[in-house]
């Protein structure tokens, strides 16, 4: 009987002296089963607590064993707890929580003694001023050049917000912000602890260092419902007003509200009447967009769940176009009477608004992602479109041909609506991940010159909402990104 037995285990004991890895890690075995069979042991000693500052470059090395993580720095396993029913427990999520505040610390760490930083190898600025007059580069290149290194060297300053009530901004976390055309006022939209959100507008215009300071207007609005999506809208004259989605609540149907930008301001220069406010009832509306095309004029467009509408603010007359998917994003083209959509089946299409919704054949472009696209951007001369989907992906296409001419790698997203910003002027792509990192990518080539760490620590409901403009502050202002995450505002200035 203890003969068979033996005759059982041997098998194993010879292939477990065969394998050499059993050699080198028979301790870390003898520690897995130790903590296999009292696992809470491990908690209450120092020595054998897993570290904080793991990485998973350590462990690369080493087999993965389902149940277990292996801390390179103990050398040895520890058993994963579920996250339930304990005080401190040891999950996937935690261990990778804390990865990734690890490695944000050590960017800012690295951003803040770092003060010029190398966007290209072997390129700083004077090489390109070398290059620049030996005649090996021209204007548009040495521009586009310049504007790299300068987004490179992008110092972060904390922005000061005044406003005549205080305690109104100290509890209430940013959710979105949105610049108009001129950059001197920006749209905010917060979302409030109790429930709803909040949004007024702050003006720019004392947005200079070395203070970098702004103003908040007096006039606050709130709604008990979430806010879809958001437009500067030109009725009256450049950016007279907001576009706001609003989703429905209980018995309350969602709407389109046209909010004047006057009523955000309690005194208004002489001859200046507040403006039209209006709402329209349009349920379940994913995103929204304002048309500056003459043969569009006075009218915006809302992306519906299979259905797109077009609607006439003077007239309310309406144009409907069936889908077969949900639209999330939407532009309007300023030469060509075309609106672009972004679904989340993937598919961008383009809807020639001379056709109306009774004929057929007004899809004038197709263009398909792998993904649910979350953003659509017409560039200037609307021969090429850019557009972002919810796996990350950014491409350029080619309008004429329906082809992708460019991709722009690094992105990540999972499932977010996260928005994409494309600035011609300064050659730039920019977008913020839901790792909350924002990435800057040269339009040109589609090179990653700069990635920017959040300032407050890592989280899906934290990340960063940013606005990159050419002229901060009105017409003298410098080019520069400003980044609102929680409750503080940063400015990343090129002066």
């Not at 037995?5 to 050699?23: E, L, V």
């Not at 108009?180 to 947005?207: A, C, E, P």
């Not at 075309?338 to 899809?363: P, T, V």
Request: charged share 20%; aromatic share 8%.
């Amino acid at each position: 009987m203890h003969k068979t037995n033996w005759k059982s285990r041997r098998p194993g004991r010879r292939s477990q002296r065969q394998n050499p890895w059993f050699r080198q890690h028979g301790s870390n075995e003898r520690c897995d089963t130790e903590a296999q069979q009292s696992p809470q042991d491990s908690s209450h000693s120092d020595e054998e607590a897993p570290s904080t500052s793991s990485s998973t470059t350590g462990s690369s090395s080493v087999p993965d064993l389902p149940g277990y993580y292996f801390d390179p720095e103990k050398n040895r396993y520890f058993r994963l707890l579920p996250g339930h029913n304990n005080c401190n427990p040891l999950t996937k999520e935690s261990i990778q929580q804390k990865e990734m505040e690890h490695k944000r610390l050590q960017l800012l760490e690295e951003e803040d003694k770092q003060k010029k930083k190398i966007t290209r190898m072997g390129f700083n600025a004077s090489s390109l001023i070398q290059k620049s007059k030996l005649g090996f580069l021209n204007v548009t290149s040495y521009c586009r050049l310049a504007h790299e290194l300068r987004v490179s060297c992008m110092q972060r300053k904390k922005v000061q917000i005044h406003s005549s009530d205080p305690s109104a901004l100290a509890n209430d976390r940013f959710n979105l912000i949105l610049a108009d055309t001129n950059s001197d006022r920006l749209f905010t939209v917060n979302d409030v602890r109790v429930g709803g959100s909040k949004y007024g507008i702050i003006s720019l215009r004392g947005l200079k260092p070395p203070t970098f300071r702004v103003h908040m207007h007096e006039n606050l609005y709130f709604t008990n419902r979430k806010v879809n999506s958001v437009c500067w809208a030109s009725l009256n004259h450049l950016d007279s007003h907001i576009l706001l989605c609003l989703m429905g609540i209980a018995e309350t149907p969602g709407c389109a509200t046209l909010l004047p930008a006057s009523l955000f301001v309690n005194s208004h220069p002489a001859g200046d009447r507040p403006g039209m406010l209006c709402s329209f009832r349009i349920p379940g509306a994913w995103s929204c967009a304002w048309s500056l095309n003459i043969q569009a004029n006075n009218c915006f467009s809302t992306g519906l769940s299979r259905w797109v509408l077009v609607t006439n603010v003077v007239t309310g007359h309406r144009l409907s176009f069936g889908t077969s998917s949900d639209v999330l994003a939407q532009q309007f083209a300023l030469m060509a009477p075309l609106l672009f959509n972004g679904c989340r089946s993937g598919e961008i299409f383009a809807i020639d608004l001379r056709c109306r919704n009774q004929g057929k054949g007004w899809k004038a472009t197709r263009l398909f992602h792998d993904s649910a696209v979350t953003s659509v951007q017409i560039l200037q001369e609307e021969q090429c479109l850019m557009a972002s989907d919810m796996a990350g992906t950014i491409k350029l296409w080619d309008l004429r041909t329906t082809k992708c001419i460019r991709q722009y790698e690094g992105h990540v997203n999972e499932y977010a609506h996260l928005p994409l910003h494309v600035h011609e002027e300064e050659g730039i792509v920019v977008a913020v991940g839901q790792d909350c990192y924002t990435r800057i990518w040269s339009l040109h080539d589609a090179h990653l010159l700069r990635t920017i760490p959040s300032p407050h620590p890592t989280s899906r409901t934290n990340v960063p909402s940013v606005a990159f403009s050419s002229r901060l502050g009105g017409f003298r202002g410098a080019p520069g990104l400003l980044m609102a995450v929680q409750q503080d505002l940063y400015c990343f200035s090129y002066s």
